[in-house]
């Protein structure tokens, strides 16, 4: 009796993309295991090498933080003059041969507030040169101010001591003042002692001190504010001067995004109440914010490639240490060249240890890069801003460089002749 046997004609079923992917897999994982075997037998000299990738990473990081501490710094002080701020003053213009000058009045400063409803604030400064006594019998020029309670809110003025005077004491038109720090400390030798006493203008019309102030940000002299300036109701005011001419007018709109329209709409109310020569001047600061936010960026981006040329420096580094483990390691080159390691291979191995040089190194410096701004805040209240696109853009750059200058030794390694390295000495 015959046993019937069976014969599967079928070839067995295979899964050469699996298998394919497996090689792949295994032959990654080798080389990995051979740069980091290369990373430990070197460890002195790749970490030196690494140490100066680490460097140039946390100095990506570093500048870029302090570009944008430097950036906030910068508009949180522009902002702290008043964002919602906007300032009009007359400039002259074209005027024939006998007419007058053509200033801002207080009436346009009614007009503008009933015409631009975003305008929540204003008021209007008279300027004028006084003298006064001080201790010791002598006289200090001051500059008198003349304006509205509102002024303190849309200047953004700090007040240190008493009280800034209210629309009640503008109405009643009390002789009361608010004078600077400044004035103050040289008058009456401190904030404190300065509010109650009495200054008296050169035509002897006394002022009661109710406040001392400062601004938010010191203009050091620059805006209408000097360091010998005395504030007055501007119904006071108008008994010193022959008309109702007005020297700035300040307006304060409700938010910012009110700023640039409401420019637009005062500039013309003020060209459709006076002569069409006349030239009127309307400003704000967020043309300015923008400036000062794009020479921050410039400068930032400035020393961030100053940071990156210590990346390409370090980069050098590594292309210098692979050349020379290369050298060093021509023998095991052959060795592995006889046992069936291709070119490629072998490219991939140095390649990957040049990137495991610089990984290591970026991982480093971005840790330091981050720690150091985050430790601050343990120690003051102050928060460095930290830009998270910064430290990849570091880690990028780092692998970058790896390959770049790791590919030189690379390829030199993978084009060893085997028979040449296995007799190297």
Do not use: W
């Not at 699996?18 to 090689?23: D, E, G, L």
């Not at 300036?229 to 307006?251: D, G, K, Q, S, W």
């Not at 637009?264 to 003020?270: K, N, V």
């Not at 109440?273 to 400003?283: C, D, F, I, K, L």
């Amino acid at each position: 009796m015959q046993m019937a046997t069976t014969v599967n004609c079928q070839p067995p079923v295979t899964s050469a993309p699996v298998s394919r992917q497996r090689r792949l897999t295994i032959g990654f994982l080798e080389v990995l295991n051979f740069a980091y075997d290369a990373f430990c037998s070197n460890k002195l000299q790749f970490t030196l090498t690494s140490l100066a990738m680490a460097v140039g990473t946390a100095s990506v990081i570093l500048v870029a933080t302090i570009g944008l501490t430097g950036k906030q710094y910068a508009l949180r002080l522009l902002q702290s003059i008043g964002t919602n701020m906007i300032y009009a003053d007359y400039q002259g213009g074209a005027q024939r041969i006998g007419s007058t000058p053509d200033p801002i009045l207080a009436d346009d400063v009614q007009a503008v507030r009933l015409q631009v409803p975003s305008v929540v604030a204003a008021s209007p400064t008279v300027a004028l040169g006084d003298r006064i006594s001080i201790r010791g019998g002598k006289q200090n020029d001051v500059l008198v101010l003349g304006v509205n309670p509102e002024y303190k809110t849309v200047r953004n003025l700090i007040v240190l001591a008493g009280r800034f005077f209210d629309s009640e004491d503008s109405a009643g038109r009390n002789k009361v003042s608010v004078i600077t720090q400044d004035l103050a400390n040289k008058v009456f030798g401190s904030s404190a002692a300065a509010i109650g006493q009495t200054i008296k203008l050169s035509g002897g019309l006394p002022f009661t001190v109710i406040g001392v102030f400062k601004e938010s940000v010191d203009t050091f002299g620059q805006s209408e504010i000097q360091d010998d300036t005395m504030l007055i109701p501007y119904t006071v005011i108008r008994f010193f001067t022959p008309n109702n001419a007005v020297n700035e007018v300040f307006f304060s709109v409700a938010t910012p995004q009110d700023v640039v329209p409401a420019t637009a709409a005062i500039q013309r109310i003020l060209k459709s109440r006076h002569r069409p020569e006349s030239n009127y001047s309307v400003q704000n600061l967020t043309q300015l914010l923008t400036v000062a936010g794009k020479i921050a960026d410039a400068l930032t981006l400035t020393l961030m490639l100053v940071a990156f040329i210590t990346l390409l420096v370090s980069g050098i580094g590594i292309m210098n240490i692979m050349l020379a483990t290369v050298t060093s390691r021509i023998r095991e080159i052959g060795i592995r060249k006889a046992i069936g390691a291709t070119n490629r291979e072998i490219r991939f191995q140095f390649l990957a240890e040049a990137i495991l040089i610089s990984l290591a190194g970026g991982l480093a410096g971005i840790v330091t890069g981050l720690a150091l701004p985050y430790s601050v805040r343990f120690f003051t209240d102050y928060r460095f801003p930290i830009s998270g696109l910064s430290a990849i853009i570091a880690i990028v750059v780092s692998s970058v460089v790896g390959i770049i200058f790791g590919t030189v030794p690379a390829s030199r390694a993978s084009q060893l002749d085997p028979v040449e390295s296995l007799r190297y000495e």
